[in-house]
């Protein structure tokens, strides 16, 4: 789950944010909730209650989290309410002494992050399991994993950390540090650094980090950053030439004695890809997903969110899945996804496509069958906080070199067109 905050709460979108498998996105913003469906590429739900700063989705259920911006008394933001969008019931209002920062949500879980503390929650019931004291943590960072056995849940330890993201099987956590220049991954459970990648010699704000599926091997990490670029890293077998093993535990050795890490130093694996994003300096949010078949299904009935039973399950229904999850996957009779080629419709404009170089092109021919299925091909989504999702299909991630991975841009839409 990959997401974005407004650095100027108040003003118009303050929060994007992709669900657990990256089927919708969940927008708070000055007019409400809204959730767009990225196969149908529609607004399937809004809820104009007021000014809201952040907004969260339990994959593709009715199940939703937000807290008010405080425009309002009853959308205070030291309030987070939980709300069943098929019935636009509000199933409880939790308050806290100190604005809420971050919500996160897997099947098992809901943690709601303060300054200086985590409140963990049974999602079943909203019983408070735990509260952790943490250092300051203005920003709110925390990481969820979507994984329900084990949950795992990450806290930063420094305010020099500013982001973390879990992979989909919860066994390694990627973070980056407040200069943006360094991205880390380690293995759990020894917390051992496995990676080090290098995005860029600048300094950056590094705004998402996603991991792809869990089908996708190699797996691969995307990194957007402040400067308008998402850059892709594949994580290779660890296993290695044993000079190279030497060489780091050589490393290792050192850096016990040393500052900072030499591993970061010497030689740390670059992108094989990098896509330049139109919307340089605007906060944005990534999501990785493998490469598949177009759609054609009819478009005169978009996709809903489905109704789900109550959050308070019986001892006979003791797991979300049999309590509370909606199927509200697109059906036969959900709205195609729009190639380059189509013209703008319901839900937002959409451009010509473009490869890595700024070129127009066409539709890459493989898009019209079953690509990625040999791990060369995935495809990246991007959502901003001036309501655009880009859409790029990444090939050739195999090669390297200048002629190595290609990106296409395969559409832009707003994400707060009219509702369906």
Known sequence: MSSVHSPTPGQGIMHVSFNQDCTCVALGSTEGVAIYNLESHLTCYKHAIGAVSIAEMLFCTSLVAFVGAGEQPTLTPRRLS??????????QDMNFATRVLAVAMNRQRLVVVVEKKAYVYALHTLALLRSLETPDNAKGLCALGTCSEPTLLALPASDTTAIMAWSPCGRLLASASTTGTVIRVHRLPTAAKAYTFRRGALNATIHSLAFSPAEVEPPLLAVCSSHGSVHIFRL???DRHPAAAAASAAAGILSAVMKYSVADMVNPARSIAMVRLPCQGIPSACALIPCRKRSTISPSKPPTLQRHTSLHSSASNPHPNASHTATSEPTSDAAPRRSSSSSGTEGGGHRSSRNSSGNATGTPESLDGDVGSDGDCITL???????LLYEYCVTDLGKTGSG??????EGEWSMLGTVH
């Open 236 to 238: 290779e077998a660890l």
């Open 404 to 409: 190595g991975a290609k990106s296409t841009l």
């Open 381 to 387: 989504m991007v959502a901003n906080l001036d309501g």
């Open 82 to 91: 939980v709300l069943n969008t098929s019935t636009q019931k509000i199933i």
